[in-house]
């Protein structure tokens, strides 16, 4: 079975620091593509990362690029998040998200909240 | 961007009855390579993340009822739920999942059971 496990998310000040973890199992981690997407508290789905299966290429939102960094260790069956210079509109669930085709599995979500 | 368009935004229907969400996106989603559009369907209930139950524009994800069905090709696309259960209750999106990033969403129609 597939798995998605999500961490690190918390209350933080504005223009602090925070990273995400996501924990993948029950299928081959290095072989896929992975995303971070964000939902904001009672608004709808946004892309924000895309790391290629071997971190090859990596691809940002606008709203995110510059700020947050998206890596993984395929050692570790592992996606990770970091975010800087975080905002107040940066709160939201970030789920990690595996490709394709679709987005067929996604995790439970872990929450950030940016707020003084 | 590809920009996604869902309408409508919200609706109430009774147990049975039969549900159209309509999507539209701004470029044609169709890649002629593979002949095959590339719009997702999603459904996300209360408190849960979003499920996957259409790619390809009409391909249902392992598990989803028969009852959701996906159409459409170019750049209009249909989600239709056939006989509408109370386990249905949830929000739905589209998206496009074309090679084209950003990947984008439309902004979600939620479904209310009477």
């Known amino acids: 079975e597939v798995q998605l496990v999500e961490s690190g998310g918390g209350l933080v000040q504005p223009g602090s620091s925070l990273k995400l973890s996501c924990v993948a199992s029950?299928?081959?981690?290095?072989?896929?593509?992975m995303h971070w997407i964000r939902q904001a508290p009672k608004k709808g789905l946004e892309w924000i990362a895309l790391?290629?299966?071997?971190?090859?290429?990596?691809y940002y939102a606008d709203s995110v690029k510059g700020r947050f960094t998206i890596s993984r260790d395929n050692s570790k069956n592992t996606l990770y998040l970091e975010m800087n210079s975080l905002r107040s509109e940066d709160t939201a669930m970030y789920y990690c998200?595996?490709?394709?085709?679709?987005?067929?599995?996604w995790g439970q979500g872990t929450l950030v909240t940016v707020s003084s | 961007d590809i920009v996604m368009t869902q309408s409508p935004s919200s609706l109430a229907v009774s147990a049975g009855e039969t549900v159209t969400i309509n999507c539209k996106s701004s470029?044609?989603?169709?890649?002629?390579?593979?002949?095959?559009?590339?719009l997702a369907w999603y459904q996300q209930k209360p408190g849960q993340s979003p499920k996957l139950l259409i790619y390809?524009?009409?391909t249902r994800q392992s598990g989803v009822p028969d009852r959701f069905i996906g159409s459409g090709s170019g750049t209009d696309f249909t989600l239709t739920i056939s006989g509408v259960q109370a386990e249905d209750l949830a929000v739905y999106y589209c998206?496009?999942?074309?090679?084209?990033?950003?990947?984008?969403f439309g902004s979600g129609t939620k479904l209310e059971i009477k």
């Open positions: 390809y524009a009409s």
């Open positions: 470029q044609s989603l169709f890649w002629s390579g593979s002949q095959m559009n590339y």
């Open positions: 998206q496009h999942h074309y090679d084209s990033l950003p990947l984008t």
């Open positions: 790391i290629y299966y071997d971190s090859s290429n990596k």
């Open positions: 998200a595996r490709n394709y085709p679709g987005i067929p599995y």
């Open positions: 029950g299928f081959t981690f290095s072989s896929y593509n």
